[in-house]
């Protein structure tokens, strides 16, 4: 098994072309623009994302400084199975999903990539199986919520994070705190003493495992990895997103289109290409998971009402007004059609081929007119870019979806651009 997130890519063609460049038709819903190629976190049918509103002094990249927030996990799931890699079997109710959705909406309000995300879960499965503990050694700390009580040194919470080291015992109660105080960093609460994650250099070229000892010190140093694949289940299974009063943040939830293991091809931007019918100003970005990309499971990437399901496009309108729309997918091959609601994560079907395209791949498109939302009306239009004026209205997908602190490809290894 790996030890690393890192997924292997076979070498694939040098990129796949979507062939749209079609002018507007009469419908105005069909607008078309701005390809979004997600970061690949394993997302598994049914299971939708989660509202996770960010407590911080700052916000991670693509969230607006300054802003006031609060945190809570929510999980839509009621049970995950889960196993080490030596066949140990656990099942997770909605206490521990809860908690595994507050520590990944702390790290991605603090930028920690994927891999980073894991090791945090992989650390909170071996040390409290996800549960918030109390320590009958540390009377005090009975009086805080909690899952379950313990009694090694003087450790508490999800992470056993010890009170003699860690920090004040009523902040480390605190789930959000103890996830920041894990992940450390610039924004740590204990500026590097002891050291979170963070803090490690050269902690995202480490084995999971050995990362997670660095932060831990634990008398057992093996522990962490028989919980890899496990880790893996729980991101896919509940994530979250930053939800923040004022402007310059998003409210509302998004989600990954693809499982693990996929490339982004043709870019946003200018292009070279000659399949027939196809612009030269490429208003999307797309990806694929090469060699045998076709019939992947597509997902929502964010929540919303679908408004329309031609021969080429699916389009979801989100409660803000903006519009999401996938190309590509038959629309026999379809799990959803106009006037659906659907949720963040849920399978809407699969990835398709249809023309005009050069090869089995996914599309997705943002058109910011008529959003709600102050952050998204603030993004820079295409055509502010130099795209022709049919593409009005359409933004950036990596810049649109840094406002929910999601990275669409991370510089760790875990997604590749052609």
Same mark, same amino acid.
């Given at each position: 098994?790996?030890?690393?997130?890192?997924?292997p890519?076979?070498?694939g063609?040098?990129?796949?072309?979507? /062939?749209?460049?079609?002018?507007?038709?009469?419908?105005?819903?069909?607008?078309?623009v701005v %390809?979004?190629?997600?970061?690949?976190?394993?997302i598994?049918?049914g299971y939708?994302?989660?509202?996770?509103?960010?407590?911080?002094?700052?916000?991670?990249?693509?969230? /607006?400084?300054g802003?006031?927030?609060?945190?809570?996990?929510?999980?839509?799931?009621?049970? $995950?199975?889960?196993?080490?890699t030596?066949?140990s079997?656990r099942?997770?109710?909605?206490?521990?999903?809860?908690?595994?959705?507050?520590?990944?909406?702390?790290?991605?309000?603090?930028?920690? +990539?994927?891999? @980073?995300?894991?090791?945090?879960?992989?650390?909170?499965?071996?040390?409290?199986?996800?549960k918030?503990?109390a320590? +009958?050694?540390?009377?005090?700390?009975?009086?805080?919520?909690?899952?379950a009580?313990?009694?090694?040194?003087?450790s508490?919470?999800?992470?056993?994070?010890?009170?003699? /080291? !860690?920090?004040?015992?009523?902040?480390?109660?605190?789930?959000?705190?103890?996830?920041?105080?894990?992940?450390?960093?610039?924004?740590?609460?204990?500026?590097?003493t002891?050291?979170?994650?963070?803090?490690?250099p050269?902690?995202?070229?480490?084995?999971?495992?050995?990362?997670?000892?660095?932060?831990?010190?634990?008398?057992?140093?093996?522990?962490?990895?028989k !919980?890899? *694949?496990?880790?893996?289940?729980?991101?896919?299974?509940?994530?979250?997103s930053?939800?923040?009063?004022?402007?310059?943040?998003?409210?509302?939830? %998004?989600?990954?289109?693809?499982a693990?293991?996929?490339q982004? *091809?043709?870019g946003?931007?200018?292009r070279n290409?000659?399949?027939? @019918?196809?612009?030269? !100003?490429?208003?999307?970005?797309?990806?694929?998971?090469?060699?045998?990309?076709?019939?992947?499971?597509?997902?929502? *990437?964010?929540? @919303? *009402?679908?408004?329309?399901?031609?021969?080429?496009?699916?389009?979801?309108?989100?409660?803000?007004?903006?519009?999401v729309?996938? $190309?590509?997918?038959?629309?026999s091959?379809?799990?959803?059609?106009?006037?659906?609601?659907?949720?963040?994560?849920?399978?809407?079907?699969?990835?398709g081929?249809?023309?005009?395209?050069?090869?089995?791949?996914?599309d997705?498109?943002i058109?910011?007119?008529?959003?709600?939302?102050?952050a998204?009306?603030?993004?820079?239009?295409?055509?502010?870019?130099?795209?022709?004026?049919?593409?009005?209205?359409?933004?950036?997908?990596?810049?649109?979806?840094?406002l929910?602190?999601?990275?669409?490809?991370?510089a760790?290894g875990?997604?590749r651009?052609?």
């Open positions: 098994m790996s030890t690393t997130l890192d997924r890519v076979d070498a063609p040098a990129g796949v072309d979507d /062939g749209v460049g079609e002018t507007p038709a009469s419908r105005k819903v069909i607008l078309w %390809a979004i190629v997600l970061v690949p976190v394993a598994f049918a939708t994302m989660f509202v996770v509103m960010l407590l911080g002094s700052s916000m991670g990249a693509g969230s /607006g400084s802003s006031q927030c609060t945190t809570t996990g929510s999980a839509s799931t009621s049970s $995950l199975a889960v196993q080490t030596g066949g079997k099942t997770l109710g909605t206490t521990e999903l809860n908690h595994a959705a507050t520590i990944l909406a702390v790290a991605q309000s603090l930028g920690v +990539s994927v891999k @980073g995300q894991q090791i945090a879960i992989m650390t909170a499965l071996q040390e409290s199986g996800l918030m503990y320590n +009958s050694t540390v009377p005090a700390s009975l009086n805080y919520p909690h899952d009580v313990g009694s090694d040194h003087d508490v919470n999800f992470f056993q994070q010890r009170v003699s /080291g !860690w920090g004040k015992l009523e902040d480390l109660m605190d789930p959000t705190y103890a996830a920041k105080a894990f992940f450390g960093g610039p924004e740590g609460p204990n500026q590097g002891p050291r979170g994650l963070l803090d490690i050269g902690w995202e070229s480490m084995p999971l495992g050995e990362a997670a000892q660095k932060v831990q010190v634990s008398a057992f140093p093996d522990a962490y990895d !919980w890899e *694949t496990a880790a893996q289940q729980v991101i896919g299974a509940v994530s979250g930053i939800s923040c009063g004022g402007s310059g943040t998003v409210i509302g939830k %998004a989600a990954y289109p693809l693990p293991g996929y982004m *091809t043709s946003y931007g200018p290409i000659n399949i027939p @019918g196809t612009s030269t !100003w490429h208003p999307a970005l797309d990806f694929q998971r090469w060699p045998n990309p076709c019939g992947d499971p597509v997902y929502a *990437t964010l929540p @919303g *009402t679908v408004t329309l399901s031609s021969a080429l496009f699916l389009t979801i309108r989100h409660p803000d007004g903006f519009l729309e996938y $190309l590509h997918m038959y629309k091959q379809r799990l959803v059609d106009v006037g659906d609601t659907v949720q963040a994560g849920q399978q809407i079907g699969v990835v081929n249809v023309p005009p395209s050069s090869g089995c791949h996914l997705i498109r058109n910011k007119n008529g959003t709600t939302n102050q998204v009306a603030q993004l820079r239009d295409a055509t502010a870019l130099g795209a022709p004026a049919q593409y009005a209205g359409y933004v950036e997908p990596e810049e649109f979806f840094r929910y602190g999601l990275e669409l490809c991370p760790d875990s997604c651009r052609l």
